[in-house]
């Protein structure tokens, strides 16, 4: 008999033990190789002492002081470490403590900047079909998933948020994209200067499961907004800090974001964290203008969380985990491909670094159908895996998030692959296939 209110409450869920590197144990004993770090969160491995130490010792000192009156050392610490990354472009930082907060904070923040500058025309956030932001109301009114939307559609400030169709696999003139000037005609149907800000993901997530668009593409982006003033907001919740095999995917598409919202990889699941982090314009705007972010969070610029993720940037570093993530995820890539040739179930690997996308073939009418069985096959025998579908019309097909780690090794990730076959072999054995 349960008292908590599960996910699904029909599940079953085992109860977790503990955790050591890649690795995972319930109560039970079974253990689950985690090839998905949980949900592309636990970038430096589970079990690290190291990063409980430095939360320990900031419990024991203060665990929280409002950040209304105090800062902390080790805030400023992150702060400084998150700067050192993005270096030589200037960049401050505002915690918070998720990747939907973090969101939230970067629609706020970047309608505030218009206001201060004698803009107040500038309401609205364009962002892009398919994509995924976050699940609190302003972040999923960014979103363009369908299926996630749907249940709270009437709840969603939809003027506000104007989608446009960006590029997207398999399109039905062939190409991959759906080129720019879609985008500036819709921008145009909404007059751009009535836009604040547009945000996007440069590596697929959960919408898209590692989905990159043509070269250019999003540097094309950056100059359309750059030209009708348009913030960016590159959404890193699920790129950065390493994921993609450089500390930041926008980097990877030579962008200066104005805005990034940051969390997942940032305390690496330690403690909940998230941040935006903007421009030296944004944050000169806000200081010499009204001289206040009018927005902030009980829990934001949490000392505790500071501390965790201080230490994994500090365990991240020490440990070449960004150039790990670039070799081993070449290594996943190459060995992924494999996959399209020996099942029929597996139509594309696609991906950066250590997240790589698996598309698989959707039953007709039942979208979702097979990258659920696929995931809940390869958690049944150990494997966690993280599946995707529904995102938008056209992509509404199957996939699943391969995202070890970054910490892996070339002999784990075999033993990763020799799961994921002997799971497809099931799913596409009970398929008919
Ligand atoms: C790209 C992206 N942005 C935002 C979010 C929301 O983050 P959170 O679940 O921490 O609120 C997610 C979560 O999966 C994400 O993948």
Redesign the pocket.
């Known amino acids: 008999m349960t008292q908590v209110f599960y996910r699904s409450p029909r599940q079953d869920y085992p109860t977790i033990s503990h955790g050591s590197g890649i690795y995972l144990w319930d109560s039970t004993g079974q253990r689950y190789l985690d090839g998905s770090s949980g ?2 969160v636990v970038n430096i491995g589970h079990g690290r002492r190291e990063v409980v130490d430095a939360m320990a010792a900031q419990a024991g000192r203060v665990a929280f002081a409002h950040t209304m009156r105090f800062t902390s050392d080790v805030q400023e610490q992150l702060g400084a470490l998150i700067a050192a990354r993005l270096a030589p472009v200037p960049y401050y930082t505002y915690f918070v403590s ?6 939230e904070s970067a629609i706020k923040l970047a309608r505030q900047y218009h206001l201060e500058r004698g803009e107040p025309r500038r309401t609205k956030i364009m962002a892009r079909w398919a ?6 109301l302003g ?1 999923l009114a960014a ?1 363009g998933h369908l299926s996630r939307r749907r249940p709270y559609a009437p709840l969603l400030a939809d003027s506000a948020f104007p989608h446009f169709l960006g590029p997207v696999p398999h399109h039905p003139n062939g190409e991959d994209c759906y080129c720019l000037t879609t985008l500036e005609s819709r921008m145009q149907q909404e007059d751009p200067d009535t836009i604040a800000a547009l945000v996007i ?1 440069v590596v697929g ?2 919408a898209l499961s590692g989905f990159i668009a043509h070269p250019g593409y999003f540097r094309d982006v950056q100059a359309l907004c750059r030209r009708h003033r348009i913030l960016v907001i590159v ?5 950065g800090m390493g994921r993609t095999g450089e500390w930041w995917a926008h980097t990877q598409e030579g962008l200066e974001p104005d805005l990034i ?1 940051l ?2 990889g940032l305390a690496s699941g330690y403690s ?1 964290l ?1 941040a935006v982090v903007a421009h030296q314009q944004v944050w000169d705007t806000i200081r010499v203008g009204s001289g206040t972010f009018i927005h902030g969070l009980t829990y934001g610029g949490n000392p505790v969380s500071a501390a965790a993720g201080a230490a994994v940037m500090t365990i991240m570093e020490r440990e070449n985990l960004v150039r790990n993530a670039r070799r081993q995820g070449a290594y996943l890539a190459q060995q992924l491909a494999a996959l399209v040739k020996d099942f029929a179930l597996v139509t594309q690997v696609r991906g950066r670094g250590l997240m790589q996308g698996l598309v698989l073939r959707s039953v007709d009418g039942q979208p979702g159908e097979v990258a659920k069985s696929l995931g809940d096959d390869a958690f049944h025998h150990g494997l966690i895996i993280y599946p995707g579908s529904g995102a938008a019309r056209g992509v509404e097909g199957d996939h699943v998030l391969i995202a070890p780690p970054l910490t892996i090794t070339s002999t784990e990730i075999d033993e990763l692959l020799d799961g994921l076959r002997a799971s497809l072999q099931r799913v596409q054995r009970l398929r008919g296939g």
């Open positions: 949900a592309l998720g990747g939907s907060e973090a969101i994509s995924y932001h976050g699940n609190t972040a979103s993901e997530g959960s959404d890193e919740v699920m790129t919202a969390a997942k909940p998230g």
